[in-house]
C-alpha cells in the first residue's frame, strides 16, 4: 500500500530524531576533546589567541581537523568529523522528508488503482474515510483549504491528503483520478459540486487508458436541485465519459434513517398504534420541512388514525400554503404550523396542556438543541413522552444520560445508504421494485425504463423507505398477542396503503375518480373504506411478503 505523508515522517520516528541529535553532541563533545588533546601532546604554551587562530585555519583546511606538523591530528577529532558530517547528513535527510512529504507521497501514490477519493472535508466525509479505511480502500483526499484543522488527522489514518483546487487538472493528476474505483465529491458548496463533477468528467474522458468505470457520487442538499440535475444535466446522462455519476444526499438520508429509528421506538407502544402518534418539531425551514415530509410518509402505524404534527415555523402562512400544495394531506396526517420563534416555543398557547408523543429539535448549536429539548421535556405546560436532540455533527461535550432524552448526530446517519456499504437494504429496496414490476407486467417484457437502474434517486429512495417501513412492520408484528394477529395483518395493510398514499400526495398527487397521470391525479388517493378490494388483497399480500408470511 502506497505510504502516505504521516507514514513517511512516522518511518523518522521521534526516537530517531533523538538519537541523532544526542549523537551530534556526542561527536561534537568528542572533537572538542581531540582539540584539546592535540594542543597538549603538541606542548602548546602560545597565547590563546595564536592557537585559536591557527585551530580555525586548519579547520578549514581540507585535511581532517587539526592535522599540521605544529598541531599533530588525534583519533578523537577524526571520529568526530566522520561522526558530525554523519548527523549533519541525516539531519537533512529528516528535513527533506519533513519538508517534501508530501512531493514523495504522491510520488509512491502514482501506481495505485482502484483507490477512493474523496473531494472535500467535513463531517461526512471524515466519516466517509473512516469507513473506508476500516474496508480496507485506498483513499486519497483533495482539499482546497491548504490550512484545514482535519489534514494532519487525516494523515494519520495513512490518507494521502492533496492540498488544491479540485477544479486544477494538477490535482487530479496527483490524486491519479483516472486510475480511482469511486470518487466522492463532498463539498458543501453544491454549485462548485456540480462544476467538480464537470471537471472529473472531462479529466477522465480526456485521460483514461482503461476501460474500467469510475463511480462518481455527487453530493446535493437540495431535492429541487437533485430532481433538475437527474433530468437535465448532460453529464448525469453521459455514458462517453468513463465515469458513472450518481447524486447521493447525506442530510436526506440521515433523516430518513433518524424518522426510521423514532418509528421503531414508537411502534411498540399500544397507545400509539391505537390512536396514531403526535411530533412537535422545532428546527431550522429546511431541516423542519424534510423532518415533516419523512415523518409524514414513514409514521403510518395505526390504520386511517393519521399522525398529527405541530411544527415550529417563522411564517404566519405556512398552514394555508402547506394545504394549498397537498391538499389531500388531511388524509394521511393532522400538520398544524405554529408562528413563533424557536426561543419562545415554549410559551406559545397552541400547545399549552398538550400532550406528544415525540418532541423533535434541530438547531445550529448543540447546546441550544439539547438545552430546548431538556427545557421543553421539563415543562410544567405541555407533556412530551420523548425527546430527541439532533445533532448537525457528532456530539463534542460528553453529557451523562438524561431520562427521556435521545442525542441523534446527522453526520453519524448520513453515511448509512448502500454506496456505503448498506447493500443488505439496497437489495430488499431493488428486490421489492421488481416483485412490483412482476405484479405489474406479469408475462409482459418490462420496459427498460422501468427497471431498477433507471429509476430517478427519489423512485428508488420510495423503496428505501418500504423496506425500512417493512422492518417497522416486522417490530410491530412482534410484539403483538397471537390472539390479535389475524386482525393485525388487516391493520397493518391499511398501514401501507396509508404509507403509499402518503407518499403519493407529498409528491404533488392527488385523489379524483379517473387517473391522470399528467395531472398527477389517483383514483386510490381515498379513504381506505372506499379502496377496491383487490388493492386491499394487493396490500395484504405486500404486508405477509414483509413478515415472510407467503
Known amino acids: 500500500m502506497p505510504l502516505s505523508p504521516s507514514d513517511l515522517l512516522k518511518k523518522v520516528s521521534k526516537k530517531a530524531i533523538l538519537s541523532i541529535l544526542f549523537l551530534f553532541l556526542g561527536f561534537f563533545a568528542l572533537g572538542v576533546y581531540g582539540w584539546v588533546r592535540s594542543f597538549h601532546e603538541a606542548g602548546v604554551d602560545s597565547p590563546y589567541q595564536e592557537s585559536f587562530m591557527r585551530t580555525l585555519q586548519m579547520i578549514t583546511n581540507r585535511r581532517p581537523v587539526i592535522v599540521s606538523e605544529i ?56 466519516r466517509l474515510i473512516t469507513y473506508f479505511i476500516k474496508e480496507g480502500h485506498k483513499v486519497a483526499v483533495i482539499e482546497e483549504n491548504t490550512d484545514h484543522p482535519d489534514i494532519q488527522s487525516i494523515e494519520d489514518q495513512g490518507v494521502l491528503v ?37 471537471g472529473i468528467s472531462k479529466h477522465v474522458s480526456e485521460n483514461s487508458d482503461s476501460s474500467n468505470e469510475i463511480e462518481v457520487l455527487v453530493r446535493v442538499k437540495s431535492d429541487k436541485l437533485m430532481t433538475v440535475l437527474e433530468e437535465k444535466w448532460r453529464v448525469l446522462k453521459s455514458k462517453a465519459s468513463g465515469c458513472k455519476f450518481r447524486l447521493i444526499n447525506f442530510q436526506s438520508t440521515a433523516i430518513r434513517e433518524i424518522i426510521s429509528e423514532i418509528a421503531m421506538d414508537l411502534c411498540q407502544k399500544d397507545k400509539i398504534r391505537e390512536e396514531g402518534p403526535s411530533f412537535l418539531i422545532v428546527a431550522d425551514s429546511a431541516l423542519s420541512d424534510q423532518f415533516l415530509r419523512q415523518a409524514i410518509i414513514f409514521i403510518q402505524i395505526s390504520e386511517e388514525n393519521v399522525p398529527s404534527f405541530t411544527v415550529q415555523t417563522d411564517s404566519a402562512d405556512n398552514n394555508k400554503y402547506f394545504q394549498d400544495r397537498y391538499p389531500d394531506i388531511g388524509l394521511v396526517a393532522d400538520v398544524n404550523f405554529i408562528n413563533c420563534t424557536k426561543d419562545r416555543i415554549l410559551h406559545s398557547d397552541t400547545i399549552a396542556n398538550q400532550n406528544f408523543d415525540a418532541l423533535i429539535v434541530c438547531l445550529e448549536n448543540e447546546l441550544e438543541t439539547i438545552g430546548l429539548v431538556h427545557e421543553l421535556l421539563n415543562s410544567n405546560s405541555i407533556d412530551i413522552d420523548e425527546g430527541y436532540a439532533v445533532l448537525r455533527e457528532s456530539p463534542k461535550i460528553d453529557m451523562d444520560p438524561i431520562e427521556k432524552l435521545k442525542i441523534i448526530a446527522l453526520a453519524e446517519h448520513g453515511t448509512k445508504s448502500p454506496e456505503f456499504g448498506d447493500f443488505d437494504m439496497e437489495k430488499e429496496a431493488e428486490d421489492l421494485h421488481n416483485a412490483y414490476l412482476a405484479e405489474k407486467f406479469k408475462n409482459e417484457e418490462i420496459p427498460k425504463q422501468d427497471t431498477w437502474d433507471q429509476q430517478s ?53 392527488k385523489g379524483g375518480s379517473d387517473r391522470d397521470n399528467k395531472r398527477k391525479i389517483h383514483e386510490y388517493i381515498c379513504p381506505y373504506s372506499e379502496v377496491p378490494d383487490d388493492i386491499k388483497e394487493y396490500d395484504v399480500k405486500v404486508v405477509k411478503n414483509a413478515l415472510g408470511l407467503n
Open 162 to 198: 492533496i492540498p488544491g483546487n479540485p477544479e486544477d487538472e494538477n490535482v487530479f493528476k496527483n490524486a491519479q483520478l483516472k486510475n480511482a474505483g469511486k470518487v466522492i465529491v463532498a463539498i458543501s458548496d453544491e454549485s462548485k459540486s456540480i462544476i467538480v463533477a464537470e
Open 457 to 509: 434517486y427519489s423512485g428508488q429512495e420510495g423503496n428505501r423507505l418500504a423496506v425500512l417501513h417493512h422492518r417497522v412492520k416486522r417490530k410491530i408484528w412482534e410484539v403483538t398477542k397471537e390472539e390479535s394477529k389475524d386482525r393485525m395483518i388487516s391493520l397493518l395493510a391499511c398501514s401501507e396503503h396509508q404509507r403509499w398514499k402518503a407518499e403519493k400526495i407529498l409528491s404533488g398527487w
Open 71 to 126: 598541531f599533530p591530528d588525534h583519533w578523537a577529532t577524526m571520529v568526530s568529523w566522520i561522526g558530525l558530517k554523519a548527523m549533519i547528513a541525516c539531519g537533512m535527510l529528516v528535513a527533506a522528508i519533513f519538508f517534501l512529504r508530501n512531493k514523495l507521497a504522491v510520488f509512491n501514490f502514482r501506481k495505485t488503482t482502484g483507490h477512493t477519493i474523496i473531494i472535500g472535508i467535513n463531517e461526512e466525509s471524515k
